[in-house]
């Protein structure tokens, strides 16, 4: 508890992308951080309308201080490109953020613990406040159930828009932002056949975008 009264009370002040970054570097709370090589931010355009939030960097990602830059990472790019969304679009329209639950990657690739997502609730919900996207893209069981407040798991909560009601008081936004939880790419990669539900989720995501275009 004291714990996450820190990573509120750091999160509370960051005001900007940059200030966050560093508040997240510098915080101590979290053990992952002396097992990690980089800081995984995140990637993309901040003006995006969607933001796509997974587990937690993986081996590529912390070597490359970047999100989703290894194999999950280049299937994510390609269900993307599917809708005509790109990581490097400069158009908000095109474009897409992308960040982690974890800005950190778990030792060995395990699963980020409660007391871990717990401390890092509040980076995220800032995260989220100050980019203020219109979508919310949840990849895996971990983005999703800790960003929605679930108890369900993935497969139950997959290709269902949800609202994003922001758990700390740091996380309030003037948008309602919509979330749309489907399977992590990883998953995919051990579960192939699992692909139809994700490109049936991306159709919806395409679909919702045109609807609210401005
Ligand atoms: N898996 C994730 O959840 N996030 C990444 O950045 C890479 C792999």
């Known amino acids: 508890a004291k714990l996450r009264a820190e990573s509120e009370s750091l999160a509370r002040e960051s005001d ?3 200030k966050l970054q560093k508040s997240i570097a510098e915080f101590d709370g979290l053990s992952i951080k002396k097992t990690a090589t980089n ?3 995140a990637d993309g355009n901040p003006k995006a309308r969607v933001m796509i939030i997974g587990e937690a960097p993986g081996a590529d990602e912390d070597r490359q201080g970047l999100p989703f830059v290894g194999k999950s990472g280049q299937l994510l790019d390609k269900i ?5 969304l790109d990581r490097q679009a400069e158009d908000p329209e095109k474009a897409v953020y992308i960040s982690n639950i974890l800005n950190w990657r778990p030792p060995g690739n395990r699963t ?3 007391a871990e997502i717990e401390i890092a609730l509040p980076f995220i919900e800032k995260h989220i406040a100050l980019i203020q996207p219109e979508i919310l893209v949840l990849c895996g069981g971990i983005s999703a159930k800790t960003l929605l407040n679930e108890t369900r798991g993935i497969t139950k909560l997959r290709g269902q828009w949800a609202q994003y009601n922001p758990q700390t008081e740091i996380g309030v936004e003037k948008n309602q932002t919509q979330a749309l939880p489907t399977f992590h790419p990883s ?3 051990r579960n192939p056949a699992q692909k139809k539900s994700v490109w049936q989720d ?3 995501l395409q679909k919702r975008l045109e609807q609210s275009k401005a």
């Open 16 to 18: 900007s992308l940059d």
């Open 39 to 41: 800081l995984v931010f």
């Open 80 to 84: 993307l490109f599917y809708i005509g």
């Open 112 to 114: 980020p613990t409660t």
């Open 187 to 189: 998953f995919l990669l």
């Open 202 to 204: 991306v159709l919806s």
